[in-house]
């Protein structure tokens, strides 16, 4: 053998560690998750991972190569978060709600946090139409924009593991929520339509709302709604005055509890 094959050997050697490793790596992470489920002990604590980033700088500080380790980690990471999440869900999670209750935001927030795929239904409808639901709504009416909302829905079928931000008036076909449960699960947020109003009162993107910002308005809509909302949710979350992680977190004790 020459020399050259014999460092080649060494380097091979080097991967079957690295990959021993991560997978020891990844069977602990199951085991955490197995731990705080059995336990009762809050699932997401992003507190944990930033102690974690912690540790590893100490790890790295001195290191020849601590911006490609890093670089490395940041994969390993998201790939443990990927893990965490497949763990927890198989099925896609689906948010629904009043308008203001926070579907986007808090939707958006899981996706980071389970480094799964985030999907806004009302971002994927306008830049399917090349217009802002605003001008859907004028141009083509509301039939029109509810029939891309189904439309969207089956195609989204397809998927799995994704978090889906639905818009507010999703829930109201039967059709729509049918479609949500063949492959997910139906979270509901809510919140007082006096929250609602202080969250929405600067935004112009809602054409039902416009005209009638004020808690009566909200309030009636609402209560029209509620019965649609209520039987499609498979768990119901308040969100009143409360921060997107602590949603987050009740979204996740939830549904793995199949409260
Ligand atoms: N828990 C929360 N606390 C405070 N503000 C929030 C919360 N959730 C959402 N918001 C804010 O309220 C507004 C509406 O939220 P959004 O996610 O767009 O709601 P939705 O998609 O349900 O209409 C946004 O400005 C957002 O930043
Ligand atoms: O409740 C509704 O009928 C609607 C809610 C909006 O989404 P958000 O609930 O995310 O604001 C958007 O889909 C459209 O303006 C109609
Ligand atoms: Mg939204």
Redesign the pocket.
């Known amino acids: 053998m020459n020399q050259l094959e014999e460092i080649r050997q060494r380097l091979d050697l080097c991967d079957k560690k690295i990959v021993s490793v991560l997978e020891e790596r990844m069977d602990i992470i199951k085991e955490i998750m197995v731990y705080k489920k059995e336990n009762g002990l809050p699932i997401l604590q992003p507190e944990q991972e930033k102690h974690q980033r912690k540790m590893l700088m100490t790890h790295v500080s001195e290191n020849t190569y601590k911006n490609e380790i890093l670089d490395i980690f940041a994969y390993i990471l998201e790939n443990s978060r990927r893990i965490q999440a497949r763990t927890l869900f198989t099925h896609n999670i689906l948010l629904i709600?009043f308008?203001?209750?926070?579907?986007?935001?808090?939707s958006s927030y899981l996706s980071k946090i389970l480094a799964s795929p985030y999907v806004e239904m009302d971002q994927e409808i306008v830049d399917k139409e090349g217009m802002s639901i605003n001008k859907i709504f004028e141009e083509y009416g509301e039939t029109y924009f509810r029939n891309c909302e189904t439309n969207l829905l089956i195609e989204l079928q397809k998927g799995n593991n994704q978090i889906i931000?639905c818009g507010?008036g999703v829930a109201m076909r039967d059709e729509n929520v049918a479609e949500m449960k063949k492959n997910g699960k139906v979270v509901l947020?809510t919140a007082s339509p006096e929250v609602i109003l202080e969250?929405?009162k600067d935004?112009d993107e809602r054409p039902l709302l416009r005209g009638h910002k004020n808690t009566e308005y909200i309030s009636k809509l609402m209560e029209e709604r509620r019965p649609k909302y209520e039987a499609a949710a498979d768990v119901i979350v308040n969100?009143d005055h409360?921060?997107?992680e602590e949603?987050a977190e009740e979204i996740v004790v939830k549904l793995t509890r199949g409260e």
Do not use: D, N, Q
Request: glycine share 20%; charged share 20%; hydrophobic share 35%.
């Open positions: 709600g308008m203001g209750v926070g579907k986007s935001t808090v931000s507010g947020l969250r929405v935004s969100t409360k921060r997107v949603i």
